[in-house]
């Protein structure tokens, strides 16, 4: 390639950290090892990542921008949460106990623009708020910001009946607490630090 590009930013997920099964509160960092590397998750965002990477062969800067949940109401994550808790019968999922990095979806686009101009910034990139938050803490901001109930918990067995045992244990049951150390360490600043301040903005 004659003209290769400056930088390149790769849209990667914080599933790379692999499944989080016991839900311990061990906080990830971009520095941090895999948990389990034989699950999907892991497998498609590692593999996804070392294709970005080969771009350094052709001197382009490469990001790795690891993203957590994005809350913002044009479709996403979301939206299909907001569903249950229109009807009066949002929850946690299982035991409420797993983690959930989220970032607003402003934080992002920041945070991508950030990742473009600052030539320091280069690898993994954790895309999260700087405060995870359980399943249960998520409910409990979602209902408050909504003005609904939390009372009607979703079991885990009928999240993997719905969508399948490996679907729920990796994506719906599990998280791990994920936080963007290498941002907030480049000064960047958040405007949604706090979940609840997020959701009252949406």
């Known amino acids: 390639m004659k003209n290769p590009p400056k930088t390149l930013v790769s849209g990667s997920a914080i ?7 016991d839900n311990k509160d061990t906080e990830f960092t971009e520095n941090s090892e895999v948990l389990e590397e034989e699950s999907l998750s892991h497998t498609l965002c590692q593999q996804w990542e070392q294709v970005a990477l080969s771009a350094e062969k052709l ?25 249950p808790f229109d009807l009066g019968v949002g929850g946690i ?3 409420g106990k797993h983690w959930m990095p989220w970032v607003h979806v402003e934080d992002t686009i920041h945070i991508i623009g950030r990742c473009i101009d600052d030539e320091n910034i280069r690898g993994p990139v954790n895309n999260t708020a700087p405060h995870p938050v359980t399943n249960f803490e998520f409910t409990k901001a979602l209902g408050t910001a909504m003005n609904r109930p939390t009372v009607l918990p979703l079991p885990g067995f009928v999240l993997k009946a719905l969508f399948g045992s490996q679907m729920a244990n990796e994506l719906l049951l599990t998280g791990t607490r994920v936080v963007p150390r290498k941002l907030l360490d480049h000064g960047f600043e958040f405007r949604f630090a706090s979940i609840s301040t997020a959701l009252q903005n949406l």
């Open 93 to 95: 999922m299982g035991s």
């Open 15 to 21: 599933g790379y950290y692999g499944v989080n099964k």
């Open 59 to 83: 001197g382009t800067r490469v990001v790795l921008l690891r993203t957590g949940i994005v809350l913002g109401l044009d479709g996403g994550a979301l939206s299909q949460m907001l569903i």
